[in-house]
């Protein structure tokens, strides 16, 4: 049986928008909510160039990447064709309008992934 953290409101999600979930280990997670009150939750990485997904605008149950504007599917998670690639996503429970991942999900799913680095921090860390 799965153990379910609750993470916030359905109301507390922007419509046609996202929330960011910190992690202790990995990346963020983004929660994202459409215009019929779906809720999904995928890394916050897009699988092409790592751009954060949860800047991204929501169109029924895609989300375009904010640098290229790829489009993922929120409920698997990948790119549309004639794009390819996937990022991970995360189960998501709501209940009377209450939001929850899955606990063990958030602790191990895709914490080897890391945040890409670019500019001046991509020159300072290999400087």
């Not at 960011?20 to 092409?48: E, W, Y």
């Not at 949860?54 to 409920?75: D, F, K």
Request: aromatic share 4%; net charge negative; hydrophobic share 40%.
């Amino acid at each position: 049986m799965s153990e379910w953290k609750k993470i916030c409101l359905v109301t507390d999600i922007p419509v046609l928008g996202s929330r960011r979930i910190s992690r202790a280990t990995g990346m963020d997670v983004a929660v994202f909510r459409n215009d019929q009150d779906k809720v999904f939750a995928l890394l916050d990485r897009c699988p092409h160039k790592g751009g954060p997904l949860s800047q991204g605008i929501v169109h029924g149950e895609t989300v375009a990447c904010p640098l290229h504007n790829w489009n993922i599917g929120l409920g698997d998670g990948c790119a549309h064709a004639p794009d390819e690639g996937c990022t991970p996503k995360f189960s998501v429970q709501v209940t009377e309008g209450e939001v929850y991942l899955d606990a063990a999900e958030l602790r191990s799913h895709a914490t080897d992934l890391t945040k890409p680095l670019a500019g001046p921090a991509l020159k300072a860390v290999t400087a």
